[in-house]
């Protein structure tokens, strides 16, 4: 009797994201699936996926990994061709390419989608007050058509589609004309605690690129006075560092104990730009902590108003700095805080996923035992 296959699909493991998150919980949950992507960097990784399970393209070896943007053009070709057809089931974890390896139309190919391409559909957006130089911002506006065109055809390849939160089932279903199911990525809220601590700081932990706009934080914070740490690295920090008064500190990558110590000890979190879901502040009201956050992407599915923190809808250092002030008048409860961030556990993930496949009549040993059973 032949055994069932599966296949994990991932753009490319280089920055440690909500993406990448996704990609670890479903080797996890599907511990016998071979695992695709462009670049692995082993020693971000490696500790938690086995790096025997990964296959790599054969660029990866002639390129520097930190540069993999430069590489846009050429993924479309490399995922297209990429032939997975002898899997019972694949799953692509995709932010712009993975979703359109060639499958068999016999088996089952589930596309978890964090966002439509986002430089091909929102490219102004995206280039908007960013560093990029003009080759990149000429050849980015070249190539966003094909790019939108290969992105709408590739998306009707999978069987079903996942978005990550309602804003990206409503681009996937305004840019792709398909619906989605919504299954929110896995939070670990069990390694973060209530915390009582106040340390009187903000907080923000993210890839520094312009569309996040973090420069609003950074311009409000360096105006009120107000402490603000900024973790995470990318191509906008060092113009950030320029315009950031002595209140704002950078920490750059930190690690992981690091990270939940800032959410444990912060006074809020802050999330200045649309986020398509953002684990991070989920995170920080694991510890009890409340986020304001603009009213849009996943804060909409994430934060409740008043309750959980402000969601504001100016998108302006004014408009920050009054949420901010809106927040210092709020009595808000922690343990309802964190209680709202439980919602969206990794065991509702995989709970959510693991129906799907159920739905889609996927072989159950493929699933690791100990969520099937």
Request: some cysteine.
């Amino acid at each position: 009797m032949e055994h069932s296959e599966a296949a994990i699909v991932h753009d490319y493991f280089v920055q440690d994201g909500g993406a990448e998150r996704v990609a670890i919980e479903l080797a996890e949950l599907l511990p016998t699936a071979r695992i695709y992507t462009t670049f692995f960097d082993a020693e971000r990784f490696g500790d938690r996926i086995d790096p025997a399970r990964v296959h790599t393209w054969s660029l990866a070896g002639h390129f520097n990994e930190q540069r993999f943007r430069a590489l846009l053009p050429v993924y479309p070709a490399y995922f297209s061709a990429l032939d997975l057809r002898r899997y019972d089931l694949v799953v692509s974890s995709s932010s712009a390419f993975a979703k359109a390896i060639r499958t068999s139309r016999r088996h089952v190919h589930v596309a978890y989608i964090h966002a439509p391409m986002r430089f091909a559909w929102q490219f102004r957006a995206y280039e908007s007050g960013s560093s990029l130089r003009r080759p990149a911002r000429v050849a980015g506006s070249v190539l966003s058509r094909p790019l939108r065109s290969w992105d709408r055809r590739t998306a009707q390849q999978p069987d079903y589609l996942v978005a990550n939160s309602t804003a990206v089932r409503d681009r996937i279903r305004r840019w792709w004309g398909r619906d989605a199911d919504v299954i929110h990525p896995p939070v670990d809220t069990s390694e973060i605690r209530l915390s009582p601590d106040d340390d009187g700081f903000l907080l923000i932990a993210a890839r520094l690129l312009a569309y996040r706009r973090v420069d609003l934080a950074v311009d409000a914070a360096t105006a009120t006075g107000r402490r603000l740490i900024v973790v995470g690295d990318g191509p906008e920090r060092r113009s950030l560092e320029r315009r950031a008064g002595p209140s704002v500190a950078f920490e750059g990558f930190v690690p992981r104990a690091r990270l939940v110590e800032l959410f444990e000890h912060c006074s809020a979190y802050l999330v200045p730009g649309e986020e398509d879901f953002g684990i991070a502040p989920v995170e920080a009201m694991a510890a009890g902590k409340p986020v304001v956050a603009i009213n849009r992407g996943g804060a909409v599915d994430t934060v409740v108003d008043g309750a959980t923190g402000v969601l504001f809808d100016d998108q302006s250092v004014g408009g920050l700095v009054a949420a901010l002030e809106r927040l210092d008048g709020l009595d808000l409860d922690p343990s309802a805080i964190r209680d709202n961030a439980e919602r969206f556990d990794r065991t509702s993930f995989r709970v959510a996923l693991v129906g799907l496949l159920a739905r889609a009549g996927v072989d159950r040993s493929l699933i690791a035992r100990d969520v099937r059973e």
